[in-house]
């Protein structure tokens, strides 16, 4: 990674002479809000632990989430559950038999248990207890003069409200390297204890997909014990099934005291001391906790360094001069979807679509979606953001080789859908979709370029071996036509085909070409001969289907066009996500128009516009890149917070893949040429420090 940094120093500045004003870009775009979004909080987080808090700078009102990649728990089985052992169920392909992770309806209790464990639990929630002068509890419809300003170059939120006529002033930040928030408050409500502050913990739930994380219905279930508290510190032992963290607390100012929950509840009160300023760090661990804790100023100094720090690192790109009046929303669009992914996609594994906000999918995360949730960083020069996700990869080598092997294939075969230990969980589509397996390949292509060294080879060189070898076992010969067939059984990458039914997807063929293209490379490159299969693969590997001059999802499909033009067309991917192997320009063009034309587009998911912008910008349609990165739809819209709508809300791939093409339209991609080769000319774009797209 060092190598990959020292590469980057230095890039050349496109389409600028002077160095782009990074602090006046990304301050127009600070966020104000004056009431809370039920739907939309404002974080502070690391990119590993997240917290999101309604208008008070907590969760006072609204309970948000305190989520972290470490946070993951399994029910406990039952008796029965504990004697099966899943084995996955056979189907007969080719010829042969392989186990596929399905559900076995002659093992329910296990096919359920894996469908929903592990799944991501809510850490707690922290919030302010408000009261009254006649005693009673106050109700957002009570604040007055409220607002709520993140501050994006510092990550610091500041949030002012009064309570009958007494202001308060909230200040909100993350730790930089600890899943630690501070929050300091200055009012005189705090000298006349009508503002304490309570910590409450939920148990976990299985909920499939859901915004409001945590049980806070089940005490019984779990245990919250104080283990020491003084009248400046806390700490917090949290207990729930094979589950165990601590939570520790350090306050500043005027002496004050916890007081523990009551045999029903798992609720703190911390009533502050008396004096009008009051600051607190609670941090979440799941070890002991290392003490001492920082204070609120030494927190809030470490997290405006670390934004400072990322805002200057990697690319930038000031649209300004733009003559197009939609600058300002493209450019805000960007601004916040950096912050976004920073803040909830930059832990130790791979975010889940919804990030650190809420959980879908139980919380877990999708290896398909890792091209367009790391890609960016990679793109635009933060490569260091991308490493620890990445390493998955390398994790999970060893049981990806064994689903391959339980398959009665060759190499690896990566999950589908996963959380922090490599169990799939047994779903026909989990079983079928293949569009995740070049991945790596291409990932790890991208980071060769950034540093073309010996040290990358070796760290990747493996896995984009493993992955080939499965890639080209995988395929199977079709003795008839002399050609080598994907599916079926197989689902693509709309999802809306019949699997077993579905042979030779247009897009998985093109990315397999691109796979095994690429690692032949990787072959020459370390010094190894080709490996003759891989490359009998490569020429007899079936072509793209077309029928009537375009491009259609997979070969044999009845009408497509009609019957087919929904979700994901990911017939634009194979010449814009990837560099085109295999694939006609004039057909795709008429295929590109097709979508166009007759796609339906409130039917489709985020990601899907900026594949389009891709796809565009590639074939010199600048103009019409630009509008999908802008087009009005419901699955493409950008809240106050760059919250993003296309599918589960939030969804990050459709900011992901926001960047993604921005860095491509700026910094271009293999065989373009000038600056900013995929805006307009009427869009005076000023772009540095992004690495060209393959």
């Not at 559900?103 to 929630?125: C, M, V, Y």
């Not at 989990?430 to 292509?445: G, S, V």
């Not at 689902?491 to 397999?512: G, K």
Request: aromatic letters at 12%.
């Amino acid at each position: 990674m060092k190598q990959i940094l020292l590469a980057l120093f230095g890039t050349a500045l496109f389409g600028c002479r002077t160095p782009i004003d990074r602090e006046t870009v990304v301050m127009r775009h600070d966020i104000v809000t004056c009431a809370t979004d039920p739907r939309s909080p404002a974080q502070v987080g690391n990119g590993g632990f997240a917290f999101g808090m309604d208008i008070t700078g907590l969760q006072t009102f609204e309970p948000f989430n305190t989520l972290s990649d470490w946070s993951w728990h399994s029910f406990p089985q039952d008796q029965t559950t504990r004697q099966q052992h899943y084995r996955g169920v056979p189907v007969a392909v080719g010829g042969r038999c392989i186990y596929l992770d399905l559900p076995d309806e002659t093992q329910p209790g296990i096919s359920d248990w894996l469908a929903k464990n592990p799944h991501r639990f809510n850490l707690g929630r922290l919030g302010f207890r408000l009261l009254k002068t006649d005693g009673s509890e106050a109700t957002e419809n009570d604040l007055h003069d409220v607002s709520q300003h993140t501050e994006l170059w510092s990550g610091i939120v500041t949030s002012r409200f009064s309570l009958e006529g007494i202001p308060v002033e909230v200040r909100t930040a993350c730790h930089p390297d600890r899943d630690a928030i501070g929050v300091e408050i200055t009012s005189p409500l705090l000298k006349e204890g009508r503002l304490q502050l309570f910590l409450d913990f939920p148990y976990a739930d299985d909920r499939y997909i859901t915004e409001r994380v945590g049980d806070y219905d089940r005490p019984e279930r779990h245990n919250s014990m104080l283990l020491a508290a003084t009248d400046t510190t806390a700490s917090i032992r949290r207990s729930m099934d094979t589950v165990v963290y601590q939570v520790a607390l350090r306050w500043d100012g005027a002496p004050g005291r916890i007081v523990p929950p009551g045999n029903e509840s798992h609720r703190f009160i911390l009533q502050p001391g008396c004096s009008n300023r009051f600051s607190m760090v609670c941090e979440f661990s799941p070890d002991t906790v290392v003490m001492p804790l920082p204070t609120m100023a030494e927190l809030s100094d470490g997290s405006a360094r670390m934004w400072r720090e990322y805002w200057l690192s990697g690319a930038a790109i000031d649209l300004s001069e733009s003559e197009d009046s939609r600058w300002r929303e493209l450019e805000r669009r960007i601004i916040l979807s950096q912050r976004l992914l920073r803040l909830n996609g930059a832990g130790r594994w791979p975010p889940q679509e919804s990030g650190l906000v809420n959980n879908g999918w139980h919380g877990r995360f999708h290896f398909e979606m890792i091209w367009w949730h790391e890609l960016h960083f990679l793109l635009w020069g933060r490569p260091e953001l991308a490493e620890k996700a990445l390493g998955i990869y390398r994790t999970f080598l060893p049981t990806s080789q064994q689903r391959a092997a339980r398959q009665g294939m060759r190499g690896a075969r990566w999950p589908k859908c996963t959380a922090d230990r490599d169990a799939e969980w047994p779903h026909l589509i989990h079983a079928t979709l293949i569009w995740q397996q070049p991945h790596p390949i291409y990932l790890a292509e991208t980071l060769y370029r950034l540093a073309p060294t010996e040290e990358t080879l070796s760290e990747w060189r493996d896995v984009v071996f493993a992955t080939a070898e499965y890639m080209a076992d995988v395929v199977r010969p079709d003795t008839l036509r002399g050609v080598y067939v994907l599916g079926p059984p197989l689902c693509p990458v709309s999802e809306n085909t019949p699997i077993f039914e579905t042979r030779n997807p247009t897009f998985e063929l093109a990315y397999w070409r691109y796979g095994l293209q690429t690692a032949q490379i990787w072959r020459e490159r370390s010094g190894l001969p080709r490996n003759s299969h891989w490359d009998d693969v490569l020429e007899r590997l079936a072509p793209l289907p077309i029928e009537a001059g375009t491009y259609v999802t997979c070969e044999g499909i009845p009408d497509m066009w009609s019957r087919y033009n929904f979700e994901h067309p990911a017939l634009a991917g194979i010449y814009g996500m990837l560099p085109g192997a295999g694939v006609d320009r004039s057909t795709f063009e008429r295929t590109l128009d097709r979508i166009f034309d007759t796609w339906k587009f409130d039917r489709v998911w985020g990601w899907d516009f900026p594949m389009l912008a891709m796809a565009a910008a590639r074939c010199g349609r600048p103009g019409q890149a630009v509008e999908m990165l802008l087009y009005d739809s419901e699955n493409f819209q950008f809240d106050v917070h760059g919250l993003a709508t296309g599918g589960p809300f939030p969804y990050f791939p459709s900011n992901g893949g926001l960047l993604t093409a921005v860095a491509m339209m700026a910094g271009g991609w293999e065989g373009s040429e000038g600056p900013a080769p995929g805006f307009p000319e009427r869009w005076h774009v000023k772009a540095e420090g992004f690495q060209k797209m393959q």
